[in-house]
């Protein structure tokens, strides 16, 4: 059964820091993997979908990494600002395309000005 | 583009009636949509998976005759949690996958259910 793990589960960083999210997964066989951001109360966010074939992508200050292999994967996060305050939350295509995604718990970043 | 609108954001109802959230695709036909529900702090766990013109495939644990699921339309999902208890209350979120993105998801904005 597919297990996916996010360390840490929160996080408090000054404004300016770059910082790194982990996220590690128990089956490599993984269709993608998609990070998404939540703000409280509110849905999801897709902020980056990398395809098992792919190592990495990137999108302005965020870039994330795939080591399918090992069954991790990063979110790097360049020169946070207060408003990427949010908990961060990594989850798995499980089982092909038409399979289930399966979420971490999330971690939950605070960036203080 | 692949935007998934959910209403209502919020909803308190009282104990024993029922409450219907929709989602709908705006710019897109999306033939499965997934149901989530989310409780404080945890992460989301997936209820049902529903597709267009057939009935709803329904996860181990959930009850299917609580939870109803509808999906008449390529762009209109509903889920219709009928007589509502407290322990209902939570957090739903939808979800449609897009084949034509790599199989990525969109979420809706979620809906805060609350039952007094």
């Known amino acids: 059964k597919q297990e996916v793990t996010q360390i840490p589960a929160a996080l408090s960083v000054p404004e300016g820091e770059n910082l790194v999210l982990n996220c590690s997964f128990t089956?490599?066989?993984?269709?993608?993997l998609q990070w998404f951001r939540q703000d409280p109360g509110k849905g999801l966010t897709s902020l980056l979908l990398i395809q098992s074939s792919q190592r990495e992508q990137t999108s302005g200050r965020l870039n994330a990494s795939l080591d399918k292999s090992s069954g991790r994967s990063t979110l790097y996060i360049a020169a946070s600002q207060p408003g990427d305050s949010a908990t961060y939350l990594c989850a798995v295509l499980d089982g092909g395309s038409q399979g289930n995604l399966i979420f971490g718990k999330g971690t939950k970043l605070s960036v203080k000005p | 583009g692949a935007v998934v609108s959910q209403h209502p954001s919020w909803v308190i109802c009282k104990s024993g009636t029922s409450v219907k959230i929709e989602c709908r695709s705006l710019?897109?036909?999306?033939?499965?949509m997934f149901w989530y529900r989310q409780f404080p702090k945890q992460s989301l766990m997936l209820m049902a998976t529903?597709?267009?013109?057939?009935?709803?495939?329904?996860e181990q644990g959930v009850e299917k005759d609580k939870f109803l699921i509808n999906h008449a339309s390529l762009t209109l999902s509903t889920l219709t949690v009928t007589s509502a208890h407290p322990e209902d209350s939570s957090f739903y979120i939808c979800s449609a996958r897009l084949r034509d993105r790599g199989y990525g998801y969109t979420f809706g904005s979620g809906t805060r259910l609350t039952v007094v």
């Open positions: 529903s597709n267009e013109g057939s009935k709803a495939t329904y």
């Open positions: 089956d490599s066989a993984i269709y993608n």
């Open positions: 710019d897109f036909q999306a033939t499965t």
